[in-house]
Each structure stands twice: as C-alpha cells, then as structure tokens.
C-alpha cells in the first residue's frame, strides 16, 4: 500500500512540476482572474493526469501502441491550441487605451469622467477553466509522452491488485493538484503586486507571449 502511494505521488509529481504550457498558463491564470476561479484549471489539468493514471494501471499495455501512433497528430493540435490561447491572452494588453470621456461624472460616482480606460481582461468561470485546461492538458504533447513512458516502466507492481492500483491513482491526482493550485496561487500573488491597468497589461503580455514561445518550441521539438 505505501509502495503504491509513493509511486503514484512521485508520478503525479513527475508529469505536474516540468515547466511547460500548462504551469505558464495556470499562473497567467492565477495573476488574471485569482486564485479561486483560477483553481478550476488546476482542477482541469489534475483530472486528466488522473485520467491518465487509471488507463496506466488499468490498460497501459494495450493503450501505449496506440498514444505512440497518435503523438505526432496531437503535438500538431496542441502547437495551434497554444498559438490561439496566447493571443486570447495577450490581447487585453495590446489593446490600446480608450480615449478620455469628456462628460460629468454621474451622481454619486466618485470616479473621473476624463480618466482614461484600460482594456479589462475578460471575466470567466470555475467550470469554464476547468474545461478549456482540462481539454489542453489532454493533447499537451508533454503529457502524453510521459503518459505513454509511465504505461511502459514499472512504477507499479505488475500483480498489484484493485487497492494498491486505486491508492495509485489517488495519490498521482493528489499530487498534481497540489502542485498546480501551488502555481494558481502563486499567479494571484503576483496579480495582487501588478494592481491596477498597467499591471493587468504586463500580465497580459508576458502570460500571452510565454504560451506562444512554448508553442513555437513544441512546433520545432
């Protein structure tokens, strides 16, 4: 039982820690829209690698043929989903700035008519990071590739049985949502230092330009 516990946390961790995609996203994430809404990523990308686990202990002999086939395609898929989801993130920052408005502050707004508006990035949901990063860490070509070298090594006993496969799989999803709430946190330490427009802008850009970097390397490797 403890055998299977440590082998499923340090697979968990071996998929999880590696920079790649999935951290620079969650930590935008994180600096964007904070670190609870922003949790739903993370919650996206630990179900897939616990996903993953379960097909690993359950039918890795079987499936590892069949990722190796795939993995070419699905780098392909996931070299366009990059390029797409860092321009999303970088266009609050390229925005430019509205015009100031000339017009009398509305009674009882404290604001300033004439200051002007920062492009505001856009508002999302829980459920609605947890899908689109659930769905990019499925064909991040990173994660299928250790997927398809855990389904063939022996982090597991071959004659384990249904408890120490479950405690596995557990523990490898433990372990991987403990390390990207850890990014999604540490991005909402950061959106809390860059406050304001010109922060928000920052954040934009360098979280849209490091995703597109990370494409344009997945395309050349």
């Known amino acids: 039982m403890l055998d299977a516990l440590l082998a499923g946390a340090i697979a968990g961790y071996a998929i999880a820690i590696p920079v790649g995609a999935i951290a620079a996203l969650l930590i935008t994430l994180g600096a964007q829209h904070g670190a609870r809404i922003a949790a739903g990523g993370a919650f996206g990308a630990a ?3 616990g996903v ?3 097909i690993a202990v359950t039918a890795g002999a079987v499936i590892a043929p069949l990722i190796a ?3 070419e395609p699905l780098r392909w898929v996931s070299v366009a989903v990059l390029l797409v989801l860092g321009v999303v993130l970088a266009l609050p920052g390229l925005r430019p700035r509205s015009t100031p408005v000339e017009a009398a502050p509305l009674a009882g707004d404290s604001g300033r008519a004439d200051a002007p508006r920062e492009p505001r990035v856009r508002t999302t949901t829980f459920r609605r990071l947890f899908v689109t990063v659930g ?4 064909v991040n070509p990173v994660t299928v590739v250790y997927f398809a070298a855990l389904v063939g090594s022996s982090t597991l006993a071959v004659d384990a049985g249904a408890v120490e496969r479950t405690v596995f799989v557990l523990a490898a999803f433990a372990a991987s949502l ?3 709430l850890l990014l999604t946190t540490a991005g ?6 860059l406050t304001g427009p010109t922060g928000a802008r920052v ?3 360098v979280g849209g330009a490091l995703v597109i ?3 344009v390397r997945a395309a050349l490797s």
């Open 178 to 180: 403990s390390w990207q």
């Open 69 to 71: 086939r795939v993995e």
């Open 213 to 215: 970097a990370l494409a």
């Open 52 to 54: 993953y686990a379960t």
């Open 47 to 49: 179900t897939v690698d």
């Open 188 to 193: 909402s330490l950061v959106g809390r230092v």
């Open 203 to 205: 954040t934009a850009l």
């Open 135 to 138: 769905a990019l860490t499925l």
